[in-house]
């Protein structure tokens, strides 16, 4: 990869959109050119495969089925968005990625991370991260923060036991790849928050 790959993770209502507005925002004013997307969408297939993995109504999706459909739209991302994009050098922003799938399907769900890196195979070799920024805050105060569970969002609905082991799922994640991640404590106010991504992403030479 020729450009540079950042990735932002953390549990619902960690307020990754905010965080991600605010850098856009100071991408902007200093002039430094990005292309933001995000998981999964960010392609007209892969919006299509979001819709389905979301919908409040799909309760008989299989985890294996939402583990493979989260698959299939990364890589539908991939070859036709962020590869490309990387290839021509620019830095890539998306609103979650690969972590995401072992921190939920993986861990939560409970079908190992093996299984998740094996159907991921192709993100894995050819489009890992080279840092990815995960917000830190327990579900608990998340919900709280955010103002309680999407009625309409079949994963939200998952309930607070599932959201517990999401969020352990991404703390073995940070410690197995420590290089990588980027780890923001988000249980302060919002442009602290902010603060501190800055900091980390002009300590790693990245702005």
């Known amino acids: 990869m020729k450009g540079t790959f950042i990735t932002f993770e953390g549990c619902e209502g960690v307020g990754k959109?905010?965080?991600?507005?605010?850098?856009?925002d100071y991408l902007k004013n200093n002039g430094i050119k990005y292309y933001l997307t995000r998981e999964p969408g960010g392609t007209e297939v892969s919006e299509q495969i979001r819709s389905v993995i979301l919908d409040g109504k799909n309760v008989?999706?299989?985890d294996e089925c939402e583990a493979l459909l989260y698959a299939a739209a990364r890589v539908q991302l991939l070859k036709e968005v962020i590869g490309p994009k990387l290839e021509a050098g620019e830095l890539v922003l998306c609103d979650r990625y690969i972590d995401s799938s072992l921190a939920y399907q993986g861990y939560a769900r409970g079908l190992g991370v093996d299984f998740v890196e094996k159907i991921n195979d192709y993100a894995i070799k050819n489009f890992m991260p080279d840092y990815t920024l995960f917000l830190d805050l327990p579900p608990?105060?998340?919900?709280?923060?955010?103002?309680?569970?999407?009625?309409?969002?079949?994963?939200?609905l998952s309930g607070m036991e599932f959201h517990e082991k999401v969020y352990n799922g991404y703390k073995q994640l940070s410690k197995r790849d420590s290089e990588r991640f980027i780890v923001i404590d988000a249980s302060g106010e919002k442009h602290e928050t902010h603060a501190k991504i800055i900091k980390a992403l002009k300590e790693k030479g990245i702005i």
């Open 17 to 24: 959109s905010r965080q991600i507005r605010y850098l856009e």
């Open 60 to 62: 008989a999706m299989t």
């Open 140 to 156: 608990e105060q998340a919900f709280k923060r955010k103002g309680g569970v999407d009625k309409g969002d079949r994963v939200e």
